[in-house]
């Protein structure tokens, strides 16, 4: 039978008479004949021209077969090229030498046309199933390697999808329950507010009635003298106004106090210029209770260092959650540290400041236990945090840092070190 796939065979041998007679077998059978009489050259013509099998005699001038054998084999283009050798040896010392070396098979001189030619065509197709088999190895593991590319990306985008999910449920939770406490505090405030200032225009009217009686009444009979005296009528006048000025000022901190929860609730359908002050005090507010003593735990000071900011353009509801994230982390590192070393004053400093002409940095610090830097290149991940069971979710960071840098392009830098405190640097730009 012809072969159809023109094979490439290289034969190395000194021998003429080999030659022909090996050369016209394979020659008939439609395969390319490549012959090399000298050893040396032989090795180097493989290395430019690999054939597809070799028969290799034994017995070569200046570099014996064996030799060559180890020289392509330890080449790593050549090593995976069948090796038949031909010999006139018998001894099987030599037959298993040549297969330790790496040959595949031997062919006995003088020639069987018919036994050479077929474990010539064995070890071809061998040689041709091999590859096929290392092509199809290679486009399943380039399969394997897209698939898992795919589902590495695919879970990536599901933990960011799911992470967005969770702040957006967990900010519009917030939101709502702000924006609805905001509106009933607002509606009696309105109310009370609104009837300060008619009430005090009544008290005026009374007290001045009250003084022409007075004046054109000097001696008002025993009863009402003695409930004149008993009234204090001239401190209960006096005071009276100052009631309703207290009033109307802690009616006006309510309205202010609203209005800080209208800010921090409101959403974010596009970006706004916004007054990072204005989110930070806001973000306060909500805490503030926090920061009180609490049983045996002293007051958390609050330092402010506000500097002059622009107003800055972005999403005011996500700054102001990781305001909230950033700040309820601080105080939980303080309580902590009160907890543990029982320090006397717990400390939360916040400052903000112009970095460059379009960077502004707000800096929470806290004096509390620190973070080790073995924790620090975990601090960003999805679900990791150094709180008890049941005290964190591991997503305030998380969610704060995905808010920072991927909706704002800005930074979240932590610099800490164990026991010495922390601090969160936001930086973002203005526009």
């Known amino acids: 039978m012809i072969n159809d796939f023109h094979e490439t065979i290289l034969i190395i041998d000194d021998t003429p008479t080999n030659l022909e007679v090996i050369y016209d077998a394979l ?20 290395k430019y021209n690999s054939p597809d099998l070799i028969l290799l005699d034994v017995m070569m001038p200046i570099i014996n077969g064996f030799e060559i ?11 995976d090229i069948p090796i038949i050798f031909m010999t006139a040896l018998s001894d099987p010392i030599d037959k298993i030498k040549g297969l330790s070396l790496g040959a595949v098979d031997y062919i006995t001189k003088p020639f069987d046309k ?80 609104g009837n300060i200032a008619p009430a005090q225009e009544y008290i005026d009217d009374i007290t001045k009635i009250l003084r022409l009686y007075q004046k054109h009444y000097p001696n008002p009979n025993p009863e009402i003298e003695k409930e004149l ?14 009631i309703l000025n207290s009033m109307k000022v802690g009616v006006e901190r309510i309205q202010d106090i609203s209005i800080s929860l209208r800010n921090f609730s409101r959403s974010d359908t596009t970006k706004v210029l916004t007054d990072l002050h204005q989110g930070l005090d806001s973000s306060l507010l909500i805490l503030r209770h926090r920061l009180k003593s609490c049983g045996e735990r002293p007051e958390i000071h609050l330092i402010k260092e506000y500097a002059e900011l622009p107003q800055v353009e972005c999403y005011p509801g996500q700054i ?28 939360i400093k916040i400052v903000t400041e112009i970095a460059s002409e ?39 960071l998380s969610i704060s840092h995905q808010i920072v840098v991927e909706n704002h392009h800005g930074k979240l830098i932590c610099n800490s070190t164990a026991n010495q405190g922390c601090e969160f640097a936001i930086a973002i730009p203005v526009n």
């Open 229 to 242: 005296k008993e009234a204090d009528l001239e401190f209960t006048l006096e005071d009276l106004g100052k």
């Open 27 to 46: 020659d008939k059978e439609g395969y390319e004949v490549l012959v090399e009489i000298d050893s040396r050259n032989a090795i180097e013509r493989v």
């Open 320 to 347: 102001n959650q990781v305001f909230i994230n950033l700040l309820a982390n601080a105080i939980d590192a303080t309580e902590e540290a009160w907890e543990k070393h029982k320090i006397n004053k717990l400390i």
């Open 114 to 193: 018919g036994e050479a030619l077929a474990r010539i065509n064995i070890h071809l197709k061998l040689r041709k199933l091999t590859k096929s088999l290392e092509k199809s190895n290679s486009q399943l593991q380039e399969l394997t390697n897209n698939l898992e590319q795919q589902v590495t990306q695919q879970t990536v985008e599901l933990s960011q999808t799911q992470l967005q999910l969770i702040r957006s449920e967990k900010m519009s939770a917030l939101g709502q329950l702000v924006a609805g406490v905001a509106h009933e505090i607002n509606n009696p405030v309105s109310f009370i507010f």
């Open 69 to 79: 054998c180890r020289k392509l084999q330890a080449e790593p283009l050549s090593k």
């Open 358 to 396: 379009n960077i502004v940095v707000v800096r929470i610090i806290d004096n509390g236990l620190g973070i080790p830097e073995t924790v620090k290149p975990y601090l960003f991940e999805s679900m990791f945090t150094t709180k008890a069971m049941g005290k964190g979710t591991g997503l305030g």
